[in-house]
């Protein structure tokens, strides 16, 4: 008995070290002195699995069931083999027992979101990882597993942070470092230190990282660079090492700080779009170098195609990633040099590979990395699977295609064909679980396609990676990073310019500074990065995409639609273009061609919630009203909380009168990517939720004028309640709005800062507030004072005699509105009522250049806007008027809100507080509405404004010839 308790302990033991075979010795003896033992049974299927050997694994778990079916951590033991072996329904199956076993079972809740995960069923995988952890908070290998998912989704600042467990997850088995130095991440100043970075995972993942280096050296820091030997020459050469060292040399070594090199991203606080040197970032290999393996691999007179199709097979991902050479047959069959970049090739592979003499094998001479860099240097293309050839391949910039299972490793991300790692590299996916095949056929046609147009000559990356960079450039480039990320963006800018000053073929940073001055709004510097870009890359999609986004902001339209057109050429893959070309169509009135536009996105990523924001705005510019909220609806099961549709949905509820949904949706604006600014005050915000009873209140305008002007009503609604009110508005309105009943006091925009209040309530939140129905909104004769006599006496004078109506025309908005280009119209297009026997009186602050020329040949408008200080004069000269005709603006809400007849202009799909199908509006009793019969159709609305017009002026004249009256003063 006690020998054979000694073989479990030592089987234990040697299992717990990772010495399988040895343990499976140990296991066998004890099995032999003690048959029908569960707990051995169920080791021992460990260890056989761990092996390889499946099938005796899977008898030696189910002999432990047998013995002990009770035991929960057996059937999860077998849940586990089963997935391993692509198994799914019957893993499941046992994850499931063990959890009816044990609920809330910690392990089996783990692997089971693995399971699901490895389905690409991400929404549940997502909710047992966070079962799990709320089981067991601290739980290590659930806190990684959760934040490999959230890596492989795009959440990196979540995924960064759990990463970190990384050192405390059993299922790693990472050897933590006990330095004494602090660990840096950060937080503090490296300025004049020493700081080490050390490699902590596999050689891709080095290489991957090692891009944050110079970002390091250039926040002041020296860094010595801690890798392991087949990667040390390659990266001793990084802009921004002092010194690089292999693993054994680190105890002798002084330094400050540390940090492993996978927590870089981390310290950087790395997003999806703030990846930095993704061009490339290894130092290209001398050209002496290059030249050797060039002599050796003999005359370049085809296609020359690197190829590598295992990984490590100690890599526990590796049957998912790996392949057999014989799978690429296919690819083997394309008119094109074949190099072989396969290390340590396994014996399954060696007899079909001596059997392809066409493949060029040189593995033997290549001793490190840098011989590999070399090599690859040679070659017009890689293609791989997942492994640490493509991390070279794409931190040198050379063009890599790299073949992907179905659930691939985080940093691949999910339902995109480039890496935001390496912009020389392009995806090819499993489109279903192990079809390797159709992965194999698309590289395949690809390739043939890729030989059809190969000509000998120069490599393609060479000119990107064959000269290396001035490291000051390489430097001023990160610090642009830098500064961007830190949201200090005119210094961001300056680096990016010096780097550009420095290397003026440097692409990353004519890239990154296009960007940056794009995201600022500064289009025409944006565009001439864009153009430097373009000539030392003119065949990328992606910047094309982004030169015609800048050319869109610029309202250059037919350029923007030609880089689109061109980014789809290059690869029509990218479902962010078509997003883009639908935008601009929808931009140019052209809504159906934006939604086939929209729908080619959606073909390539069907839960692409901004496309799908995009697609219902052009259906309900259609005015196709059901369909456009479906879509939003769609667009928030993809991607719940999405503010952009839940703000426009909100605004579809309020222009089809559902203002209960719409006022709740409407709060989303403060979400919005270019949204309103957050006050941040310290005094809570009123929702009508609590009294406000001798409280002062205030009240801030936080939209446009019209806005302002339009939610002024409910000003003495609040008063009523019993609160001061103190209201915050634009300068040109604080006058007007200053003597609204129940207002305090007024103040421009922004003094809120320095007045004493109890709470506060933007304008645009008090419908919410008092739940605002179509059939209860309150004051809608009239709520604003009316100008006094002698301001409407003094205005009158102005006008001259009065003996013809007189009419106030509005016809353009603020040229800087989003909808401008809807709502606004020439001049000229007002031509028709012009015509009208009336005393036309301008009341269009900035006339726009076009405008003017037409103005000044038609004297009989009387134009005294240059006298219009504010809103208050306007108002008084709207008193002198009979009518006010005018396109969607601010005014419209003043003479609405001061009872005057105003008739409003709108276009085919309006703003939503303009409704539709009606012609009068809810919230102005003095209002008509006249709307565009069809999309554009501004003739129509002209010709019925014109008729009525003559019919009033006509029954005016009548009515004073009947009565004998001259009218020489205003009346209402």
Known sequence: MQQSLEAAKKGQSLFNLGRYAEALECFNAF????????????????????LGRFDEAQADFERSIALYPRESETHKNLGTLHARLERMEQAFACFDRALALRPNFPAALNEKARALWSQLLLDEAFAIFHQSLAVDPGNADTIWNLALLQMLTGDFERGWRGREVRWKASSLGLAGRSFSQPLWLGEQSIEGKTILLHADEALGDSIQFARYVPMVAALGARVVLEVRPAVR?????????????????????????????????LAFETRLDTIPLAESYVPPPSAARVKAWDDRLGPHTRLRVGLVWSGDPGHKNDHNRSILLRMLAPVLDCDVQFVSLQKGVRDQDRAFLSERHDIVDLTEQLTDFSETAALVSCLDLVISVDTSVVHLAGALGAPVWTLLPFNPDWRWLLNRNDSPWYQSMRLFRQPKRGDWASVVDSV??????????????????????ATAKPQEAVLSNCLGHLFWQRKRMEEAVLHFQRALQLDPQYLEAANSCGCLLFNLGRYAEALECLDIAEKLDPNSAALYQMRGACLQEANRFEEAEADYEKSIALDSGLAETHNNLGLLHSRLGRFEQAIACFDRSLELRPDFSAVLNNKALALMNLQLLDDASATFHRSLTVEAGNAPATYNLATLQLMTGDFERGWLGREARWKLPVGLPERGFAQPLWRGDQPIEGKTLLLHSEEGLGDAIQFARYAPMAAALGARVILEVQAPIRQLLAGVSGVAHCVTRPSATSLAFDLHCPLGGLPLVFGTRLDTIPFADSYVPAATAAQVKAWDERLGPRNRLRVGLVWSGNPDHKNDHNRSVPLGTLAPLLD?????????????????????????????????ADF??????????????????????????????????????????????RDDSPWYQSMRLFRQPKRGDWVGVVDVVRRELQELASGRRNRDKANGVRVSHPTR
């Open 31 to 50: 099995d032999k002195l003690n048959p029908g033992v569960a707990p051995l049974y169920q080791t021992r299927g460990l260890c056989l699995q761990r």
């Open 233 to 265: 020459s390659l990266l001793a050469g990084m802009p921004g090492v002092a010194t690089c060292i292999d693993r054994s040399s680190t105890p002798s070594l002084a330094f400050d700080l540390h940090c492993p090199l996978g927590s870089l991203p």
């Open 444 to 465: 395949r046609c690809e390739l043939e396609g890729l030989v059809s147009a190969w000509r000998p000559g120069a490599r393609q990356h060479q000119s990107k990676s």
């Open 836 to 868: 009208c026997d009336v005393q036309f009186v301008s009341l269009q602050k900035g006339a726009r250049h076009q405008d003017k020329a037409f103005l000044r040949e038609r004297p009989e408008i009387i134009d005294l806007t240059e006298q219009l």
């Open 872 to 917: 208050s004069d306007t108002a008084a000269l709207i008193g002198c008027l009979d009518l006010v005709i005018s396109v969607d603006t601010s005014v419209v809400h003043l003479a609405g809100a001061l009872g005057a007849p105003i008739w409003t202009m709108l276009p085919f799909t309006p703003d939503w507080r303009w409704q539709l199908r």
